[in-house]
Each structure stands twice: as structure tokens, then as C-alpha cells.
């Protein structure tokens, strides 16, 4: 599967914007999909996931009430809506599907991953 992330752009803070994942080569239906990012200098890290169902979600918490994660089965895509953006949320941010079909959420993270899309910055300014 190829993974197509787009909707960064420079923001100001407390501004909103929406990232969008596109999946092209198989259906991403039966997979848990997820979000992370990578600050300069630091290490990725999760963001947010979504069951393969679209039932149940689960955020980091430094994003929980901000962003919400969601996904059109039907369109084969998964978006990130982020609200009140802050400057520590400037990053390159990652979409991400889950190594096997019908995963559990709660086990989601970076070493099940099994594709990642290719990043689309997020800049917010004070």
C-alpha cells in the first residue's frame, strides 16, 4: 500500500488545519491507522489511531481535545483535523497503517507499523 499525506502548511497558533492520508495499492478498511509526528531533533513520536472500524479512537496525550482522528473506508483515507494548534506542534507529521489486519488499538505504536506515508510539515507560529 502507498500512503499519500497532504494538508500541512504554516499556521499561526491557535489556528486549525487538516491532514489528510490517501491510500492507493490495497484497501486500508481492515487496518488500525495512525498519526505520528517528528519535531526537529527529537524522535517520532504516536499522535493519534483509529481502529479499522472507525469505532475507537486513541490520542497522545499532549493532542487529546485538539485533534481528532477519523477515516472514510469507502474513500480509502484517514484525516487528522487539528484545533488550537500550538507551536510545539510544529512537526513533520507521519500517517501510518498497522503491520496486520484487525489489530488492537491499544497495542498500536510504532514497531507494528507496516507502512508510512511519506510526511507533510506542520508549522505553527506564536
Known amino acids: 500500500v502507498q500512503l499519500q499525506a497532504s494538508g500541512g502548511g504554516l499556521v499561526q497558533a491557535g489556528g486549525s488545519l487538516r491532514l489528510s492520508c490517501a491510500a492507493s495499492?490495497?484497501?486500508?478498511?481492515?487496518?488500525?491507522m495512525g498519526w505520528f509526528r517528528q519535531a526537529p531533533g527529537k524522535e517520532r513520536e504516536f499522535v493519534a489511531a483509529?481502529?479499522?472500524?472507525?469505532?475507537?479512537?486513541y490520542y497522545a496525550d499532549s493532542v487529546k481535545g485538539r485533534f481528532t482522528i477519523s477515516r472514510n473506508n469507502a474513500k480509502n483515507t484517514v484525516y487528522l483535523q487539528m484545533n488550537s494548534l500550538k507551536p510545539e506542534d510544529t512537526a513533520v507529521y507521519y500517517c501510518?497503517?498497522?503491520?496486520?489486519?484487525?489489530?488492537?488499538?491499544?497495542?498500536?505504536?510504532?514497531?507494528?507499523?507496516?507502512?508510512w506515508g511519506q510526511g507533510t510539515q506542520v508549522t505553527v507560529s506564536s
Open positions: 495499492g490495497r484497501t486500508i478498511s481492515n487496518y488500525i
Open positions: 483509529i481502529s479499522w472500524s472507525g469505532s475507537n479512537t
Open positions: 501510518a497503517r498497522d503491520d496486520l489486519p484487525f489489530g488492537s488499538i491499544s497495542q498500536f505504536s510504532q514497531t507494528v507499523v507496516g507502512s
